[in-house]
């Protein structure tokens, strides 16, 4: 399978994990996306790769209308049984692939996008595509793990990522996001990076990790060298993994 036919297996399976998830349905990033949205005052609003629809939800109480995008038929269904519970009339739901959006160019206000970049095998596409879609003066937010800039870590982390989830592409620096989105017209205005910590365990489960495969990722994150381990905020005890930490961005670019 292609990266798009595992995103969908992958997803599908687990699409109802990912709208009851602590990680995706709550957070100071969507605290974060309402400050930095809501001065928008945007009438039309795209959320690319809604997954769980939280993103929507954040955006729904002050834009006019939201439309969810998800490669994912049965990631949008349950996006949708979720909103609609939640009282959101101004969301439309649209079956569609982020490196080649369905609507006209100059169509939307706003373009976000939360916790799926780094699936997504051509990510300067995605970006042209955000562009192509958006009013000029418009905004971009964009909302992703990213690898560290070292690239002995950044080989580490994606390895890991890949082997607990075949869908996960590959998660990109903090200056190739800049890089990639500035060379494409945008002009970066806000961005913020944290910590983002991962409790092994969870961060298995909620992908169907096998059994074997997890036992694999333990004994390689507990074997990998001191400075790694540090770097990556390894945490164990007693011979257990119990968690990691990543790093996550909050990017706000403006279509100048």
Partial sequence: ?????????????????????PRHASGQDLKTLVEWAQPENAAQALDIATGGGHCALALASFVGEVTTLDITTEMLQEAEAFLTKKGCPNIRYVVGDAENLPFAKEQFDMVSCRIAAHHFPDPDRFVEEA????????????????????????????DIEQRRDPSHFRAWKKTEWIRRIELNGFRV????????????????????????????????????????RKQLKVHSENGKLLSFEGSYMMLKARKA
């Fill in 131 to 158: 562009w192509r879609v958006l009013k000029y003066g418009g905004s971009f937010i964009l909302m992703d793990n990213i690898s560290p800039e070292a690239d002995r870590i950044d080989t580490l982390y994606n």
């Fill in 1 to 21: 399978m292609d990266t798009k036919d595992h995103v969908k297996a992958q997803f599908g399976a687990n699409a109802s994990k990912y709208v009851v998830s």
């Fill in 189 to 228: 205005e806000q961005l913020m990076q944290t910590g983002k910590p991962f409790e092994f365990a969870t961060w298995c489960a909620r992908m169907n990790v096998p059994e074997q495969v997890q036992q694999e990722l333990e004994t390689d994150m507990l074997n990998w060298p001191e400075a790694d």
